[in-house]
Each structure stands twice: as structure tokens, then as C-alpha cells.
């Protein structure tokens, strides 16, 4: 059975694969869209985290006639009235983890209310239809980058769940445990089972 990840993140790619695999989904011959090069990125305009997953799987799944699995994923700062949210990866304009995590950490300079959360929501489409699940992890946007693992923002989220260390000084195997984006793909074996794929 095929399915295609409607991304060509390469740190995703092996971060779904692996949680997949712990989650004990296998006989999944898993794609990326680099086996679509000339494939356009898949609009991304919707204003929360599930429309635009939808969006990105349905557009994938028209183009390769493969179901495909998206997800959209953010951080949430209560400070911003939970944003950035769905503008995480273009906070800036250069759109880069660096300049991105010096931006929200010259928003909240002086703020000390710094709870988060990270959030993914994925989205699976294929012929017999949509579904979706989403995961959440808590924690709070530290004042400078620490640890070196990861992506993103993950050198400035400290999970409530590991406390004293941020995302990105996390082992993968304990950031998968208790991300927002192993949350919601570890749901994923149980959205194929309810289409009939075992």
C-alpha cells in the first residue's frame, strides 16, 4: 500500500516515518513529494491548521492519484493572542528557523507570560473521502536558543512535559513521545484501519 506525505521537509519525512514505524504501522511503502519535483507547493491560504491540511492532502492526491497524508503544524504563543499559529514558517519574511526564533523572541522581550503550545493537525484523503487528528504539546517560549536536535522553534520551546530542557535538546525518540506532531500521527494507523487498511 502506498501513501504520500504531502511534504519535502526531509526532517519531517524521517520524524513521521519514524514515529510511524514505532506506532507499528508497516507493509506502508511511505512517499515523499520529491518523487514529484515538478509538482507546485500545494496552496497554503486557509485561516487554521485544518483547513490547510486538508487542502495540501486533496491537492496531493489530485496530482498523484496516490491517498495522501498532510499535516500543518505551528507554534501558539499567548502572548501573540495565540499567534503565530498558521503563519509559524512565514513569521518572517525570509521565512528561516532563525529569523523566525529572533522575531518571536523580540516580541516577547519584557513579556513574561510566555506559555505556548505547539499544534499539528493532519489530514488523510483518498478515495474513500477526508479524515483528521490533531496533537497538542504545552510548554513555554524560553529568552535565548538552546540545544542543537530538532527544527524550527524547537531551540526555544521548553515542553512541560521534559522539564529543564527545550525541544531541541531532546533525544527523537523522546521528542516523538510527546510532540504535537507524534500526537497526531500516531493517530494515523487508526484512520487507515477505519478505511479498511490493515
Not at 26 to 49: H, I, K, Q, V, Y
Not at 50 to 70: C, D
Not at 153 to 181: N, Q, V
Not at 182 to 187: D, E, I, M, T
Request: with cysteine; net charge negative.
Amino acid at each position: 500500500m502506498q501513501l504520500v506525505l504531502a511534504t519535502r521537509n526531509a526532517h519531517k519525512v524521517d520524524e513521521i516515518r519514524r514515529i510511524l514505524a514505532d506506532a507499528g504501522l508497516t507493509g506502508l511503502d511511505l512517499l515523499s513529494l520529491d518523487r514529484w519535483p515538478d509538482l507546485p507547493d500545494a496552496p497554503e491560504d486557509a485561516p487554521d491548521f485544518e483547513g490547510n491540511a486538508l487542502a495540501k492532502a486533496r491537492y496531493v492526491y489530485a496530482h498523484t492519484g496516490i491517498p495522501a497524508v498532510a499535516d500543518d503544524s505551528g507554534i501558539e504563543v499567548a502572548a501573540l493572542d495565540w499567534g503565530p499559529g498558521v503563519h509559524s514558517k512565514r513569521f518572517t519574511p525570509e521565512g528561516t528557523a532563525a529569523t523566525n526564533n529572533l522575531r518571536l523572541l523580540q516580541e516577547l522581550e519584557g513579556v513574561t507570560d510566555r506559555r505556548a503550545r505547539f499544534r499539528c493537525v493532519l489530514a488523510l484523503v483518498g478515495p474513500q473521502g477526508a479524515l483528521t487528528a490533531s496533537g497538542t504539546v504545552l510548554g513555554v517560549i524560553g529568552h535565548a536558543p538552546r540545544g542543537s536536535g530538532g527544527f524550527g522553534y524547537d531551540p526555544l520551546f521548553w515542553p512541560d512535559e521534559a522539564p529543564g530542557r527545550t525541544m531541541a535538546e531532546l533525544s527523537p525518540e523522546e521528542k516523538d513521545a510527546i510532540s504535537h506532531r507524534g500526537r497526531a500521527f500516531r493517530q494515523l494507523p487508526a484512520l487507515l484501519r477505519r478505511w479498511g487498511w490493515t
